[in-house]
């Protein structure tokens, strides 16, 4: 049994960037935990739907299996008012605690700031010395962020790592279904027949008919 940790900035950026993979290692009796650390909520919904994400989120981690899932309530978009080291100190005691030993996380290039401190965040906790345990750190993309960060030279996501979710496809799409203040109408990114392409069309790069891309920030055996 492998240990496994996503760490996301928002509740549906866990099922967003790696639904279908997070489901796959369920399916294979591994351990699956989520750390989400903003409430997600405060910048764009009236009072209440903090609660409202929370209980998605609930649900959402359920139906793919999780053994664990931590909803901390940092405030949304202003993880840049917080200085690096005090969201990393936030989010070492879990890695710590639940040892894993592969861990997902947002890439540092997205449009969304709060995205690119959480992937900083991680790779600072998860630092070779600290974690002896941890075997690979990958990066995920999220739709509706990572399009649209920068059209720079070299800033782009570029994976490296394709797991097949063929399988899990459908898993994800309704943990997504949870999360309802969150779901758009197509051609929105965010809507389920976007999604369903997104994983059709990464899943062609690697000849299966549907995929997660990651870039493999650290491994080892």
């Known amino acids: 049994m492998t240990v496994v940790l996503v760490v996301a900035a928002h509740p549906d950026d866990e099922i967003l960037g790696a639904g279908g993979t997070l ?26 739907t903090e609660q409202t994400l929370r209980d998605s989120a609930l649900r959402s981690a359920e139906n793919i299996g999780f053994a664990s899932i931590q909803l901390l309530d940092m405030a949304d978009q202003r993880l840049d008012a917080v200085p690096l080291i005090e969201v990393t100190q936030t989010l070492e005691p879990f890695v710590f605690d639940l040892r894993p030993e592969v861990v997902y996380t947002h890439t540092p290039v997205d449009v969304n700031t709060d995205h690119g401190i959480v992937s900083r965040a991680t790779w600072t906790a998860c630092r070779p010395y600290s974690t002896p345990w941890l075997k690979r750190i990958l990066a ?47 051609p929105h990114p965010r809507s389920l027949q976007a999604l369903t392409e997104r994983a059709r ?3 062609s ?5 549907a995929a997660e891309p990651f870039v493999v920030l650290r491994a080892r055996d």
């Open 140 to 186: 995920f993309e999220t739709p509706s962020s990572t399009e649209w960060a920068w059209p720079l030279p070299d800033s782009g996501f570029q994976p490296n790592w394709y797991v097949d979710v063929t399988e899990t496809l459908d898993s994800k799409l309704q943990a997504m279904v949870q999360y309802e203040t969150e779901l758009r109408e197509y």
């Open 205 to 209: 790069h690697i000849g299966v008919e």
């Open 23 to 48: 489901a796959k290692h369920v399916a294979r009796g591994d351990e699956v935990h989520a750390l989400v650390l903003s409430e997600g909520a405060s910048s764009r919904y009236e009072d209440g």
């Open 201 to 203: 069309y990464w899943g």
